[in-house]
C-alpha cells in the first residue's frame, strides 16, 4: 500500500516522473491548496522499491510492505 | 514505534515544524532524505550527530532535524563546525550548506577545511545560484546561463567544486544529483565513515529561480536535465574536454586515509601537556 499525506504533498508531481512501474497518476481535481496530488492508481503494479519515498522533496509518501496491513 | 503512515524519515524530523519552507519539487528535501537514508547505512546515531549551517535556502536543512544543530551567519558553517569538532570531537559534525554560502561568501573556510583534513561531512547543496535572495549568479553558475544578476548570461568562468575541494585536500569527495538519490545516499555513508574532511556535492534543482531564467521551469524539467547530462567520472576521465561541455560529471572523486586534524591536535595536547590537559578540560565540565 502507498500511503500519499496530502497535507504534506505540494503536488511537484516527481514520484509520478520517477516511478518505474508508473503507479502514480495525475489527479484531475485541485486540492484545497490548489495543488494537484498524484493518485497512487496502479498499486498492484508497485515492485515497492521506495524511490518516490526517498525522492518526495516533502516527505509525504510511505510504501508499506505487504505484511505490514 | 513509527506510525504506519508516515515517511520512514519523517521520525527523524521535527513534525511541528512541517510542510517545510522549501518550494514545491525544491530539490533540498530530497537531499535531506539521502541524508537520513546514508545515515542509517553508516548506522550513525543522529543523537551523536551535531549539525551546522549558513544562510540560504539549503541552510535552512538542519532546523527541521531532530538533532543539535547551529544556524550561523551566511559562509561560516564550516568555522563554527571546527569549533564543535575541537570542542567535542567524539561529536559527528555534518554541515549543510549552498554553492552561495560555502564557495562565494564561505570559500576559504572551504578550502582550509579540506586543508587541515579535519573530521566533518560537509554536504553542498548546489542548485548554481543564490537561491533564498532571488536567483543571482553564484560561483558555480554554468558560463552562459541567465541569472538575476546576469541578464546577458554569465561569462565568468564556474568553480568545479569537487575539483576544488580534492585539489585543496580533502580525503573524501563525491557528486551526484538529485536525479541519482541512491548513489548520493551511498556517497553520503562514505562521507559520514571517513575520517577526515568529507565532502559531497549535491547538485539539486532550484527551478523557482535558476529553471524559470533558462528554460526549465518546473522541477521535473531540471531533473530530466540532471538526469541527461550526468556521466559518470570513470567515464569521463577517459573523455575529451570538448565532449564534456555542458555535462556534469558524477561519482567519488577522492577516498583515502590521512592524518586527521582534531585527533593530531588532542595527541599534541597530550604529548605537551599530560594531565595538566585533563584539569583544564575538567574546569568546564563542572567537577
Ligand atoms: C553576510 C551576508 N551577506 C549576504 C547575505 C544575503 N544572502 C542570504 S542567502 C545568500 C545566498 C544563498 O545562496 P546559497 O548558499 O547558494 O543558498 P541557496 O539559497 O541557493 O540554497 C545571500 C547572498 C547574508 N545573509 N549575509
Ligand atoms: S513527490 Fe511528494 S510532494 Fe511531490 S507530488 Fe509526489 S507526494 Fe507530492
Ligand atoms: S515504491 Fe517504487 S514502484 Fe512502488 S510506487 Fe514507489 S517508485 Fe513506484
Ligand atoms: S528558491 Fe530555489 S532553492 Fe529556495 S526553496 Fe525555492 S526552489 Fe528551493
Ligand atoms: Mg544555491
Redesign the pocket.
Known sequence: MIKLDPNLCKGCNICMEFCPKKVYEQSKTLDKKGVHIPIPKNQDKCSKCNLCALMCPDQAIKVEEDDEQ | MEETNESPFMKYLRKDRLPNIFCAGCG?GTVLNAFFKGMEMAQMDLNNINMAS??????RIPGYVKCDSLHT???RPISFATGIKLGNPNMDVVVF??????AA?GGNHLIHGARRNIDLTVIC?N?S?????GG?I?PTSPQGSYGSTAPYGAFERPFDLAELVSAAGATYVARWTTAQPLQLANAIKNALNNKGFSFVEAVSQ?HTYYGRKNKMKSPLEMLRWMKDNSINKRKADKMNPEELVGKLIVGEFVNKNQAEYSQELYNLIEEKSGNRSKSIKSAYMGD
Open positions: 533540498n549558513g544562510i540560504g535556502c539549503s541552510s551567519t551566511h559562509g550548506t549552498g554553492d552561495g554560502d560555502a561568501i547543496i542548485n545560484i543564490y537561491g533564498m535572495t543571482q553564484s532550484c
